[in-house]
């Protein structure tokens, strides 16, 4: 797989080849600028590769129009951002139930496990302990910044997508929150059976994980000053 | 699209206090531009309904708005006079059902004074050929009696049984005053709306006796006496019946139906499309140089000219309706930047550039079509409180009716302008969220 920006012919990553299996558990690890950002964009069909293949429970997202890979993206990816996760008019229940909006698929997944929607949203939020009804009443920008990522992470959960992606989750929580934060979204994958590919640049997480992949490692495009995370 | 459409609700409800400014903007704008528009229609409506009913009028030689100017609006003064002779002549005619005779140029404290008959109450029509009506007293009588128009009795606070002195000439400050005939009050009228409110009507005979009078005394008016011919400054109408009055040695009665020389005249016919026919006849009359107009082909003309402010108005309403949605549109971009974020977090939920268009489209349809349900409430509001203001002071009576079709097309087109304008910020975060992907710039 190939990826170079519109308009230039520097590949920016070169990657042969990178598997993540169902519920698999896998630690992304590269430097500012090394095209993390970049490759979960390709991973979740937002971008498509210059050349090669990005297959997604079986489809081939740089052969699918950008609704369908939308589609794709709706159906089966979780994502939890390095900040501003949350969208501020939106209650944090609203918040979590968003993707339910977006897809089928998750909205009949969350009611067949909570039973409706709302009791999904509820279930996933005490699991990560966001249950309290002080919390909820709260509106999203009057939260924490642990508090949002944990919002965000149910968000993520919600519906059971098969890959969640993590990108620097947790690079503005301190360390003891991280942990907990990990730990807490490491039961939540595997309660709903999603693979997790964390992206960080830390490396003090990564034995947590089930397999690290080191991006400067695997990525072949020669080394370039991009100026972007 | 229904998430979309509750995610643009509850953005706006998050941001309500640019998003009510920009609704009170676009409403104050909807309704200037309606009100304006509603102002338009119903004055020029009153202004073509100022006379109806009337087949011809017919005055000296002059051009037709002139002759409409000074007949029916009593603004300016005749270029010329009618002789009595020739008024006869045509009101006797077969085709002319009626006739109503307008000799102008005298004053009362600021009001002209119309001198004519009886027939003016019983055939001059307005409005939807509504006929003039009494607040109080009677129609026109005696020589001495005078009729008010109700602005003329408003402003004066005359009441029937007061007695009033004519000046002459057209100020409001006269030093010729005709205080040997005073008029006494014996009719005040309901308002209509027309010029007619601002008019002291008296009768012919009244008019002529109480010039005939003053022709007599030598230092009266020296040059009315003198002169047969006269400019079209002078007051032409008076003159004549001075110099009538020399002719017949002064001060004998008039034969039953013969007066001084008149302004102009209203004629009825018994059959409309004898107007042309007629009108012809006037025009080439023989012994007098005269013009007859269709009021309903003139009065549209002289529109054309008063209407002008009323182009330039529409015109500033049309801007601020501009102004409105410009506002709209910057609330929107400089709400941009902070939803950019907002953006690659809906993306990340799998929502669609598309839907991200339509979310930005579609906050900005729902503030222009508050907007406008907001300004036409007003309009209503404003039309339901000042209505009897407007007809009280400006005797423009606005009835509370729908909107025509073309309020309708104007408040169409701001829904449509207010939707373009959404597609700029719209296009532009579609642009971002297709390029950022799901990367999150700050």
């Not at chain 1, 070169?14 to 993390?36: C, Y």
């Not at chain 1, 059971?160 to 730990?183: K, M, Q």
């Not at chain 2, 400014?21 to 200037?32: D, E, P």
């Not at chain 2, 025009?283 to 003139?298: F, K, Q, R, S, V």
Request: charged content about 20%; proline content about 4%; hydrophobic content about 45%.
């Amino acid at each position: 797989m190939r990826f170079a920006w519109h308009g230039t012919t520097q590949a920016l990553l070169e990657i042969e080849a990178l598997r993540v299996t169902p519920g698999e558990r896998m630690f992304l690890r590269g430097p500012s600028g090394s095209g993390k950002s970049t490759l979960l964009s390709l991973l979740a069909g937002v971008l498509t590769p210059s050349a090669g293949e990005i297959l997604l429970l079986g489809h081939d997202l740089a052969m699918l129009s950008g609704a369908q890979r939308d589609r794709i993206r709706a159906d089966h990816v979780g994502f939890i951002f390095q900040m501003f996760n949350l969208i501020p008019y939106l209650s944090v229940m609203e918040n979590v139930m968003l993707p339910c909006g977006f897809s089928e698929r998750r909205r009949v997944r969350a009611r067949e496990r909570g039973g409706t929607v709302e009791a999904e949203a509820r279930r996933l939020l005490g699991a990560l302990d966001m249950a309290d009804a002080g919390l909820l009443a709260r509106s999203v920008t009057q939260l924490s910044v642990g508090q949002q990522q944990r919002v965000a992470a149910a968000r993520a959960l919600i519906g059971a997508p098969e890959l969640v992606i993590a990108d620097e989750p947790t690079s503005s929580l301190d360390a003891d929150r991280r942990n907990a934060f990990v730990d807490l979204l490491f039961r939540e994958c595997r309660a709903s059976g999603s693979a997790l590919v964390f992206v960080s640049h830390d490396p003090g997480l990564a034995p947590l994980f089930d397999r690290m992949v080191e991006l400067t490692t695997i990525n072949q495009a020669p080394e370039t000053q991009m100026p972007m995370g | 699209m229904n998430a979309i459409l509750t995610l643009a609700l509850k953005s706006l409800r998050n941001r309500r206090g640019t998003a009510l400014l920009t609704v009170l903007s676009i409403a104050c704008a909807v309704l200037l531009l309606l009100g304006v528009e509603r102002l338009r229609h119903e004055s020029r409506e009153s202004f073509t309904n100022t006379i109806s009913g009337t087949d011809l009028i017919v005055g000296a030689r002059s051009s037709p708005v002139h002759l409409l100017l000074f007949s029916v609006f009593h603004v300016g003064n005749a270029t010329n006079n009618i002789s009595w002779d020739s008024y006869r002549a045509i009101a006797q005619r077969p085709e002319v059902a009626w006739s109503i005779p307008l000799s102008l140029g005298d004053s009362h404290r600021g009001f002209r004074v119309l001198g004519t008959s009886a027939d003016f109450f019983e055939h001059f029509r307005f409005g939807d050929r509504r006929r003039l009506e009494l607040a109080a007293g009677k129609a026109l009588d005696g020589p001495f009696d005078t009729v008010l128009g109700a602005e003329v009795a408003a402003q004066l606070g005359y009441r029937l049984g007061d007695r009033i002195v004519v000046a002459h000439g057209s100020g409001e400050v006269s030093f010729s005053l005709h205080e040997d005939h005073p008029f006494t009050v014996t009719g005040i009228l309901a308002r209509t709306g027309t010029p007619v409110d601002r008019t002291v009507h008296v009768t012919l005979a009244g008019m002529d006796a109480m010039h005939e009078d003053n022709a007599t005394g030598p230092a009266a008016d020296p040059l009315g006496a003198a002169m047969v011919r006269r400019g079209p400054q002078r007051q032409p109408g008076r003159e004549d019946s001075h110099a009538h009055a020399a002719e017949r040695a002064g001060g004998e009665e008039h034969a039953e139906d013969e007066h001084a020389a008149i302004t102009a005249f209203l004629v009825g016919l018994k059959s409309r499309p004898a107007v042309l026919s007629m009108q012809r006849y006037v025009n080439e009359y023989p012994d007098e140089a005269l013009t007859a107009i269709l009021p309903g082909a003139t009065l549209p003309e002289l529109w054309e000219i008063v209407g002008a402010a009323e182009k330039a108005l529409f015109g500033v309403s049309v801007l601020v309706a501009v102004v409105g949605l410009t506002g709209m549109l910057i609330a929107l971009l400089t709400s941009l930047s902070e939803r950019r974020r907002e953006m690659a977090v809906l993306r990340s939920v799998g929502a669609r550039p598309a839907q991200v268009f339509a979310l930005i489209v579609g906050e900005a349809t729902v503030l222009t079509l508050a907007g406008i349900a907001l300004g036409v409430a007003l309009l209503y509001g404003g039309l339901f409180l000042g209505q009897p203001w407007l007809e009280a002071r400006m005797g423009l009576y606005i009835p509370i009716a729908l909107p025509s079709g073309r309020e309708l097309t104007l408040a169409a087109l701001v829904a449509l302008a207010g939707i373009i304008i959404g597609l700029v910020p719209g296009y532009r975060l579609y642009r971002h969220s297709l390029a950022d992907g799901m990367t999150i710039r700050i």
